[in-house]
T-cell receptor, first 114, second 113 residues
Framework: NAGVTQTPKFQVLKTGQSMTLQCAQDMNHNSMYWYRQDPGMGLRLIYYSASEGTTDKGEVPNGYNVSRLNKREFSLRLESAAPSQTSVYFC?????????????FGPGTRLTVL | DQQVKQNSPSLSVQEGRISILNCDYTNSMFDYFLWYKKYPAEGPTFLISISSIKDKNEDGRFTVFLNKSAKHLSLHIVPSQPGDSAVYFCAARYRGSNYKLTFGKGTLLTVNP
């Protein structure tokens, strides 16, 4: 099992360019999440999908859109990148409910917007 | 308003000694708390968790203590090893949040040989 995979690992964009970050999980989890990590800010939730077919805003959704393509895949799109979106982006997945509560994270995408 | 706070950005301890990482929270609706460990250039990995109905959970060298009245939890690592050097994030969840986690800003632990 690969767990949570993310592509690309690194990306450099110019201001105004668009791109999509891809995420896939093979753990049959219902919920998937996108976070960004900035120095001194911890992990902040951008968007999440509690189950296939649903998406909701997190703490910092402005400038982003998401698509839950199927149960396995959850993509994050930047329509018009800005320097403030320079960050490390992590995708995570987790079971919904039950006694398991931990989320499993991918290795991250390091994005620089010039 | 930050609901999960890790007030120490960094902590340095000697190998073999105890490491104590602290976390405070403000939302009394949190029902589950987790600790994650993160190495540079990797995603966070789950370390240990505790339900709000318990006050202690132990897993090998790692123990998490929860003091609900003080809204405080701590992670104890005994004995500390150089491989424990990483950023540690405290996270909390409440059922009404659709199983979302709220993270603290993290504490960088350095274990010196």
């Amino acid at each position: 099992n690969a767990g949570v995979t993310q592509t690309p690992k690194f990306q450099v964009l110019k201001t105004g360019q668009s791109m999509t970050l891809q995420c896939a999980q093979d753990m049959n989890h219902n919920s998937m999440y996108w976070y960004r990590q900035d120095p001194g800010m911890g992990l902040r939730l951008i968007y999440y999908s509690a189950s296939e077919g649903t998406t909701d805003k997190g703490e910092v959704p402005n400038g982003y859109n998401v698509s839950r393509l199927n149960k396995r895949e959850f993509s994050l799109r930047l329509e018009s990148a800005a320097p403030s979106q320079t960050s490390v982006y992590f995708c995570a997945s987790g079971p919904r409910g039950g006694t398991l509560n931990e989320q499993f994270f991918g290795p991250g995408t390091r994005l620089t917007v010039l | 308003d930050q609901q999960v706070k890790q007030n120490s950005p960094s902590l340095s301890v000697q190998e073999g000694r105890i490491s104590i990482l602290n976390c405070d929270y403000t939302n009394s609706m949190f029902d589950y708390f987790l600790w994650y460990k993160k190495y540079p250039a990797e995603g966070p990995t789950f370390l240990i968790s505790i339900s709000s109905i318990k006050d202690k959970n132990e897993d090998g060298r790692f123990t998490v203590f929860l003091n609900k009245s003080a809204k405080h939890l701590s992670l104890h690592i005994v004995p500390s090893q150089p491989g424990d050097s990483a950023v540690y994030f405290c996270a909390a969840r409440y059922r009404g949040s659709n199983y979302k986690l709220t993270f603290g800003k993290g504490t960088l632990l350095t274990v010196n040989p």
